[in-house]
């Protein structure tokens, strides 16, 4: 039934002996039980269970501690990496900024496009402005309905 069960039957007469012929002063202060009985077990085979869980409780404590100032440094190190990052491209976005406005920009090299890649790009370029006349006309249509009711409010009031 495995090792934390245990049945126990009292004769009560013979409990009632017992205690007649124990002295009250002998009587154990602590209730015997199974857990008095694992811990007396374990002080005959020489095994102290509470020193042996405060050097457990003390050694996972040490590796709590090591794995958190380990975890800390790794975060200060990343932090570092990253700052060091973003300021490398804060310099690289300022030196692009601080040139002279004035100066007009270096004219692209002209790249020789095949007839396929010349009609692809007026193909994507016309699509392109199809949509966004398309994006155009859908904002229209959204205020339709209150270019309508503007209407009909100059039509009350005769304002043509």
Not at 126 to 143: A, E, H, I, P, V
Request: charge should be negative; include cysteine.
């Amino acid at each position: 039934m495995g090792k934390s069960h245990v049945f126990r039957f009292n004769d009560p007469e013979q409990a009632r002996l017992e205690r007649e012929r124990t002295p009250c002063a002998e009587t154990p202060v602590e209730p015997v039980d199974w857990a008095f009985a694992q811990r007396e077990l374990l002080e005959k085979q020489g095994i102290d269970m509470k020193q042996e869980m405060e050097q457990r409780l003390q050694e996972l404590e040490d590796q709590y501690r090591k794995e958190r100032e380990e975890a800390s440094n790794l975060l200060e190190q990343q932090r570092l990496d990253y700052e060091s990052k973003l300021e490398a491209l804060r310099k690289q976005v300022d030196s692009r900024y601080l040139e002279s406005p004035e100066e007009e920009e270096e004219p692209e090299e002209e790249v020789p496009w095949t007839k396929r890649e010349t009609e692809l790009a007026l193909w994507a370029f016309r699509k392109w402005r199809f949509y966004q006349f398309t994006s155009l006309r859908d904002l229209l249509w959204g205020n339709a309905i209150f270019l309508k009711e503007a209407n009909a409010i100059s039509v009350e009031l005769k304002k043509k």
